[in-house]
Every structure is written in structure tokens, then in C-alpha cells.
């Protein structure tokens, strides 16, 4: 007799990594397929060179992806491995991604090419430009698209993928349903976004389709002090301190308004709506917005603009000047002007340039003084991260003032609480949090899984079993 069953891999108590796997009968979805995002404990820190041709091998012995049957190509297992390879798998798979974040994608170029591994076809448009600029995962596979409300098949399971909003294009969660029930997963998603009409939108899609189950996520749950009793309370308003997405601009205009420098900013560039308001910061401060040349090709690419220069680096002029540059970089400079530090230095107060910390060496070649320097929720995102320090004392070797100016991708405690209640579960299954417990059902069952459990679909409830 065919059941369903829910198991859990990775991202019950991390920001990211999540691995939940679905089953009816002999068919199964996963989602997502993401790498933990851990800088202060990450083995490949960098400098331990990786083995291209045995990385499924390394990161399943370290950990790094979870030991599943039937996803991994045989030739890729481990010397011994008990691990049923893909080939010899007796059923359907696919993998379904939520979003193009590493924390949800970075694993999934491991997937047996014979699997097929679906996204929204606006994550599927902006992958192809990630992969142009080098930004594609490890392995060698397709991608498959889907729509929003659309549903499709994998065996009996039927899959809805259902819009919702966070920084970064082609965002969504997946209403899966079986004969035995169905779940909801939330993926990452806010109301302080962009689009917040499309969090709302995702509950009365999915409450009209029907649920047993929520698997939402809990990122901002993340703090090991207790919260505010206010901050635990459903509240969907928005805070008037916070700074939302569209804000962002306004408050760069602001503090960049009177300054008599150059204005830096440092994003993360598959943000698209960021750089989106970048370029409206540009409009707003009269001055002309210099992009590196990977982000230049997003911003060509998804947003249809001509509204700014690339940024002539020195390794971008080395690499013209030995005939290296790629196609779709020889393609950019042809359409698009670039400018030099030579050139910006001339009049640094007229340019809002972009430098990523990986570049952060070419801030030497500019004339930083009385700038600005913009940390929007760019490359080193915290001080957990050993990079972050090594950031600050570059900034403080130039005298170049930083400041935070940034949003978010995941929505409030008060928020996802708004979010759950609406939604109104029998199960809630918080993960993607330090502290998942911390949100709670309005009057159903607050489940926290355990790796090396599986949970049965039942009469709309989950029953634990041992795998």
C-alpha cells in the first residue's frame, strides 16, 4: 500500500541547507538542495584546493550533502558507499528549487543528470545569466522551468509552484499534494519586500488549494536572546524604522546627498530589485552608477536598462589588453561605455560605483576621500564572518566612512507569526532558524523533525516512524 512520507535532510536548525524529501509510494520530490552557509567552520575555507573530478565524493564525506538513494550518479559514490546510485533507484524523483540563494541551490548541480531539477522560469532566466558571469553551480546539468500556478506531475505527486516575494528574482514556495494529503512549503519569502502583495497572494492561493501541513521558514528566529513579546504577536504592519526594499534609494539620496566624494556601494548582486534601486539612487544624485561587468550583464539582461557604465578594473583591462575577455563580456563592452579609475578619479563626486569584496583592492586605485562607502547586504554579510573584519581594516587603511544601508530577505518574527496564523496549519513545521520553536501554530501542532526520522502523512496529521 502506497503512503506518504516527509524526511528531513538538512536546514531544521541552520540558516539554509534545507533538504526535505517527499514520498508517495515509490516516486519523491526533494526540496531544495542548498549548501549551509558557515564561513567560521566551513573545512573548504579557501586555501584546501578542491578536487573537481571527486567533489560528490569529498562533500559527502564531510558532510556537506546529505546521503540520499538514488540522486547521485554511481561513478560519484564513495569506494564502499551503500548508497544506491541514481541509476538503480526503482521510482520518479525530480528536485524542486525554491530559489537561487547558494543556501538552496548549492548542491544541486551534484543531482544525477537524470533527475530532473525544477525552477520558476524567472529563476531559470536569471540561472542562464548567473552561469553566463560564471555564477553557476558545480556540476554539469539542464535545468528545467516551471510556472507559477501551474500545476505539474512527478508520478502521482502533484506539485503548484506559488509566487511570493524575496530579494532576489523567480522566488517561490510548492503546494504538494498526494492522496493522502497535502503539504505547503514557504521557501524564503517577506512582506517588507518589493512585492509584498505576492506573500499575501501565496496564502489565499494555497489556503484555496488546501493543506495539511506548513513548512515555513524562521530565519529572523535567530538570535539566542529571548524576543520582545511584541516581536512573537502577528503583525503584519511594517515597522516605520525599518528600511523596506523600495526605501533603500531614499535613504542612499540622503546620506549621499551632500557628500563631496565618491559614493561606493557593495550589494549582492542577484538582489536584483537592489540593483534596481541603485540606479534610482543614481537618478536621484544626478550621478552615473558604474557596475562590475558580471552585474552590468544582470542588469542588461533582467532589467532592460542602458542607464549605466562598467567599471574598467585593472584585471578587466589586463584581460582586454591580452585578448582574454569572454564573449559575453567582448559583447557588454561593445554596447555599453566603460569608465576607468583614471576617469572616475577626475570628478569622484559625479559616480556611485560598485566594488564587491572580492575586488576591494581596487578602492587603492581611487580617490576614496571624503566618500562613502555602502554596505547594502553585500559579501561579507556580518561579523561572524572572519571577512568582515578583514573589510573594515581596508576601509579604515583609506579613511573610507562605511555605512549599512540594507534590507532583509526574510520577514519579521511578527511576520512569518502573521503568516502561520493566516495560514492556520494542523502541522507547522518551522525550520531554516536557530530557533524554529520559537513560532507557533494558531491551533494546530508544532512539529520540530529529527534527522534520521521519517514522518508518515496520516488523517492530517504526521505520525513518526524510524527509517
Same mark, same amino acid.
Request: aromatic share 10%; hydrophobic share 35%.
Given at each position: 500500500m502506497n503512503k506518504t512520507t516527509l524526511t528531513f535532510y538538512g536546514g531544521l536548525r541552520s540558516i539554509?541547507?534545507?533538504?526535505?524529501?517527499?514520498?508517495?509510494?515509490?516516486?519523491?520530490?526533494?526540496?531544495?538542495?542548498?549548501?549551509?552557509?558557515?564561513?567560521?567552520?566551513?573545512?573548504?575555507?579557501?586555501?584546501?584546493?578542491?578536487?573537481?573530478?571527486?567533489m560528490i565524493r569529498d562533500y559527502l564525506t564531510l558532510g556537506l550533502i546529505p546521503k540520499i538513494d538514488g540522486i547521485y550518479h554511481e561513478t560519484s559514490l564513495p569506494i564502499g558507499s551503500s548508497l544506491i546510485p541514481a541509476n538503480q533507484y526503482q521510482g520518479k524523483t525530480a528536485v524542486l528549487i525554491s530559489h537561487l540563494h547558494l543556501d538552496h541551490i548549492g548542491g544541486m548541480g551534484f543531482i544525477d543528470p537524470s533527475i530532473p531539477v525544477f525552477m520558476s522560469k524567472n529563476s531559470h532566466d536569471l540561472y542562464q545569466t548567473l552561469e553566463m558571469i560564471g555564477e553557476g553551480v558545480n556540476g554539469d546539468r539542464t535545468y528545467e522551468s516551471c510556472e507559477y500556478d501551474k500545476p505539474f506531475f512527478v508520478g502521482k505527486i502533484k506539485i503548484t509552484p506559488l509566487q511570493v516575494d524575496h530579494d532576489i528574482p523567480g522566488a517561490c514556495g510548492f503546494h504538494i499534494e498526494t492522496p493522502d494529503g497535502s503539504v505547503v512549503y514557504t521557501g524564503d519569502l517577506r512582506l517588507h519586500g518589493t512585492h509584498p502583495e505576492r506573500v499575501e497572494s501565496f496564502i489565499t492561493k494555497a489556503k484555496t488549494l488546501g493543506f495539511d501541513v506548513v513548512i515555513i521558514e524562521g530565519t529572523t528566529l535567530s538570535s539566542e536572546e529571548e524576543l520582545p513579546e511584541e516581536l512573537l504577536v502577528a503583525n503584519k504592519d511594517i515597522p516605520a524604522e525599518l528600511i523596506t526594499e523600495p526605501k533603500v534609494p531614499k535613504v542612499m539620496t540622503e546620506l549621499l546627498h551632500d557628500k563631496q566624494g565618491i559614493g561606493i556601494f557593495n550589494i549582492y548582486h542577484r538582489n536584483i530589485d537592489r540593483i534596481a534601486g541603485v540606479l534610482q539612487a543614481g537618478q536621484l544624485l544626478n550621478r552615473k552608477v558604474v557596475f562590475e561587468i558580471g552585474t552590468a550583464q544582470l542588469a542588461a539582461n533582467l532589467l532592460n536598462t542602458t542607464s549605466f557604465y562598467i567599471y574598467e578594473?585593472?584585471?578587466?583591462? *589586463? %584581460?582586454?589588453?591580452?585578448?582574454? $575577455?569572454?564573449?559575453?563580456? /567582448? !559583447? *557588454? %563592452?561593445?554596447?555599453?561605455?566603460? $569608465?576607468?579609475?583614471?576617469? /572616475? !578619479?577626475?570628478?569622484?563626486?559625479?559616480?556611485? $560605483?560598485?566594488?564587491?569584496?572580492?575586488?576591494?583592492?581596487?578602492?587603492?586605485?581611487?580617490?576614496?576621500?571624503?566618500?562613502?562607502?555602502?554596505?547594502?547586504?553585500?559579501?561579507?554579510?556580518?561579523d561572524y564572518d572572519p571577512a568582515f573584519h578583514n573589510l573594515k581594516r581596508i576601509l579604515d587603511y583609506l579613511g573610507l566612512a562605511k555605512v549599512a544601508v540594507g534590507t532583509g530577505g526574510h520577514a519579521l518574527p511578527q511576520h512569518l507569526q502573521y503568516i502561520v496564523e493566516e495560514l492556520d496549519p494542523n502541522v507547522l513545521i518551522p525550520l531554516h532558524s536557530f530557533h524554529p520553536e520559537r513560532l507557533t501554530p494558531k491551533r494546530g501542532i508544532q512539529l520540530l523533525p529529527q534527522y534520521g526520522k521519517t514522518y508518515m502523512l496520516k488523517n492530517g496529521a504526521l505520525v513518526e516512524q524510524d527509517i
Open positions: 539554509g541547507g534545507t533538504i526535505v524529501s517527499l514520498q508517495y509510494g515509490s516516486d519523491r520530490v526533494i526540496f531544495d538542495f542548498g549548501l549551509v552557509y558557515s564561513p567560521q567552520t566551513n573545512i573548504l575555507d579557501g586555501q584546501i584546493q578542491v578536487r573537481e573530478s571527486a578594473s585593472e584585471s578587466l583591462r *589586463l %584581460l582586454r589588453e591580452n585578448n582574454q $575577455l569572454q564573449d559575453w563580456q /567582448i !559583447n *557588454l %563592452l561593445d554596447t555599453y561605455p566603460s $569608465l576607468s579609475a583614471q576617469v /572616475i !578619479n577626475k570628478s569622484p563626486h559625479e559616480y556611485l $560605483l560598485q566594488n564587491s569584496y572580492d575586488h576591494a583592492l581596487e578602492l587603492f586605485d581611487l580617490n576614496t576621500e571624503k566618500g562613502l562607502y555602502f554596505h547594502s547586504d553585500g559579501v561579507p554579510l556580518g
